[in-house]
């Protein structure tokens, strides 16, 4: 049974949303069947987004990709790859080329959601979404962040050698969304443990430990319906200064019921949790084994929006998506046919040598404007200011509270193909 037909069979995701998902799965035997055949003009790679052991560790990869030429074709996986900055923008530019509407991971998916919309019906799903962060919304938030990163950081402080990843990196984001979501402490608990488990929804692997998670998340997601439903009919979470009480103001239109709140809940549970914390595992490692940066940043703390903004680029917390031609696309020299199946790799892209020198260092003064980590184009990532946000505010208690970062243990790294970050990172942070 496809994964979308659990989903609905246990009701864990609303009816209205189920009904509307359609697989594609014709243009999916297609692809299939294309890959056999190879293309020219494309280079041919074996360069395998799916391999456990290269989504962990996928740096010698990406150089080859930019040694070897601009338009990569992998012809077990039928997908295109793009992995040059300037190709991956120009892609992302064009919406009607290229598009989201029928999936950006590798499972052809159609769904009215904003992630998986373009033009007018885009903008519409869109508009309804960015009041819930508007500068107003983050100024709001501030205090939180700031109570937040002070406390974790000092637990961490405390506990030498401890897992910073369990300790900070998933927490920090799992409690900023329970609080801009309005979650009253009492129930945030529960909340993060639904949430947690929930989240596997997006990544079923196929094993017995992954079949096992993602019952339970579907479970969890079923939870987390039935507490949202609790809540809303009985006026909560929707309080003026939530994320989604805001949402209902500016739509007066009477436009947003309760099912499509809670989808935009969740959409916001999924995009933003894995991603910050893989944001800030990557800082953690990466000051862990570059202390000349670290003591630059804590020298100089004015170079902290700076140093987040590299860090984005060296970790790039969602490594690809993709997207499907609607009709015949150039890049170069190279056509890549309508219905095709493209790779925007953005962390090959975030360390293009074409547009940064040295790529592969992380250099906190770098100021990398062009990075990609949120995207580029009408997709960009909303929640960009809320992630530099708690970045940001973490750096500062770090630069603050610790003299010195230094691994307790080897770093492990999430072998997902498309998201990317520490999941085990053992610490020890020097009080200053
Ligand atoms: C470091 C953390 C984050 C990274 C690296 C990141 C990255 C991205 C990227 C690359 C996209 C573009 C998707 C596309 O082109 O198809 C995106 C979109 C999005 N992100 Fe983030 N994100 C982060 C944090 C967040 C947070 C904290 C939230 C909200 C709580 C959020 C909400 C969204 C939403 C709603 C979209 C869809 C926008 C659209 O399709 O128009 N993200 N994000």
Redesign the pocket.
Known sequence: MSLVARLGERGAISAAFTSAIRLNSAAALRDRRRGHRGWAGAVNTDYDPLDRATAAQPFNAFRRLHQQGRVHYNPKRATWILCRNEDVRAA?RDTDAVT?TEG?TRMRISAPV??LSDGAE?ARL?KQ?QPGFSKGAMASWQKMTDELAKQLVSEVLAEPGCDVVRRLTIPM?MRM?AHILGVPDADVDKFRAWSEAGMHIVDFEASRHGVIRFGKAVASMAALQRYFMRQFSSGGLKGSDTVLGRLLTQADDGSLTDDQLFLIAV??LI??NE??T??LGGMFDTLAHNPDQFEMIRENPDLIPMAVEEQ?RITT??QN?YRYTREDYRVGEVTIPSGSRVMLN?AAANRDPLVFDDPDQYRADRNPRSHI???YG???????P??RMEAQAVLRELVKQACAIAPAGPTTWSANTSLRGPTHLPITLTPS
């Open positions: 992302l989201s950006v904003l992630v885009h869109r979404v984001p969304i959409l916001l995009a933003g991603t910050t893989n944001l984005l917390p969602i998506l953005f980590a949120f995207g009408a997709h960009m990532c909303i929640g960009a809320l992630a």
